[in-house]
């Protein structure tokens, strides 16, 4: 599964939580980590879904259980939409706004300085379409032109972040016909938990 993917089935709210699941979103530091490993092509860790092998007859739709990577889930969601996905229904959904920052080649939390800055790309703008605005962000940056050799990293940098929704993202499905107990064992598994804790 692509991240494009991801943010198609979360748009269409195909993706629901299991009972056992946090329901908080990352502080902006986590999200802030999450991109910029995005951006650098680090290991992002795996995914565990679950499609039960019975829907239960009042659900219009088929789907997903997220057994492990919810935050993660979460994060790309609501930094390349601006809002929260729909499973997190108790969750704060003020926008979320960060940017890219062309110069230091990192992500920040969006402030109203950044406003305007051809060298702070708005994420939710720049994924806001089906593919990325790279014409918009290079054309923004025409009124303050920087010299050959910085246009041409730029250039890369911009090109690199475009890629990011097409990442594959590594995902593990549990057996149709596991139980909610066995979601929540291998969960507690895959995140380094005993019995005991």
């Known amino acids: 599964m692509t991240i494009t ?6 748009d269409w709210d195909q993706f629901q939580l299991p009972q056992f699941a946090r329901r908080n979103a990352w502080p902006h530091d986590k999200v ?18 679950h499609e039960p092998l019975t829907v239960a007859a009042d659900e219009a739709t088929h789907r997903k259980t997220i057994v492990d990577g919810v ?10 939409r601006g809002r929260m996905p ?6 704060d959904r003020s926008a979320w706004q960060f ?22 790309i708005a994420l939710v703008e720049f994924f806001a379409s089906r ?7 290079i054309t923004a940056l025409y009124p303050c032109p920087p010299d050959d050799i910085v246009f041409a990293e730029y250039l890369r940098r ?8 097409d990442r594959s993202l ?10 909610i107990d066995d979601c929540q064992a291998v969960r507690d598994i895959a995140n380094g938990k005993s019995d005991g804790e």
């Open 32 to 49: 802030i980590s999450l991109f910029n490993s995005l951006y650098r092509g680090y290991p992002l860790g795996g995914f565990i879904l």
């Open 71 to 80: 935050e993660r889930v979460a994060a790309i969601y609501g930094v390349l």
């Open 158 to 165: 911009i090109a690199r972040l475009a890629r990011i929704v």
């Open 5 to 10: 993917s991801l943010l198609h089935y979360a």
């Open 131 to 137: 593919s990325p605005e790279v014409g918009k962000a």
């Open 86 to 91: 729909l499973f997190l229904a108790n969750a």
């Open 99 to 120: 940017c890219f920052d062309l110069n230091q080649e990192q992500f920040v939390a969006r402030d109203g300085a950044m406003m305007g800055n051809p060298r702070y």
């Open 170 to 179: 590594y995902i593990e499905y549990m057996p149709t016909d596991a139980s």
